[in-house]
Nanobody, 127 residues
Framework: QVQLVESGGGLVQAGGSLRLSCAAS????????MGWFRQAPGKEREFVVVINWNGAYAYSTDSVKGRFTISRDNTKNTVYLQMNSLRPEDTAVYYC????????????????????WGQGTQVTVSS
């Protein structure tokens, strides 16, 4: 059974930092894209960032460029999201996602590209 387990969420003041982790088990994803999405209350789930299979390339939504960094450690089957300069509008449940059948990073901007999802971790940024 494949599982993605996020951790690292919490409450932080505006301008602060958090590092999210997503540990995968049940299969390896070292040849697949992985990504982060988020969903704020009353809003649809939105794309945040995607990373290619070896970590050499990442693409993020404009609102987090220069503040959020995705990375991965394929030896640990884990992807990370370093979030700096957090803003109240970053408040959301953050979801880790993993592709299972060879989606490209371009497709990875969309939720349909991913077969596996974590349960989410809450990030709250106070002003």
């Amino acid at each position: 059974q494949v599982q993605l387990v996020e951790s690292g969420g919490g409450l932080v003041q505006a301008g602060g930092s958090l590092r999210l982790s997503c540990a995968a088990s049940g299969r390896t994803f070292n040849e697949n894209i992985m990504g982060w999405f988020r969903q704020a209350p009353g809003k649809e789930r939105e794309f945040v960032v995607v990373i290619n299979w070896n970590g050499a390339y990442a693409y993020s939504t404009d609102s987090v460029k220069g503040r959020f960094t995705i990375s991965r450690d394929n030896t640990k089957n884990t992807v990370y999201l370093q979030m700096n300069s957090l803003r109240p509008e970053d408040t959301a449940v953050y979801y880790c996602a993993a592709d299972g059948d060879g989606s490209t990073w371009y497709e990875g901007r969309n939720a349909y590209a991913y077969e596996y999802w974590g349960q989410g971790t809450q990030v709250t940024v106070s002003s």
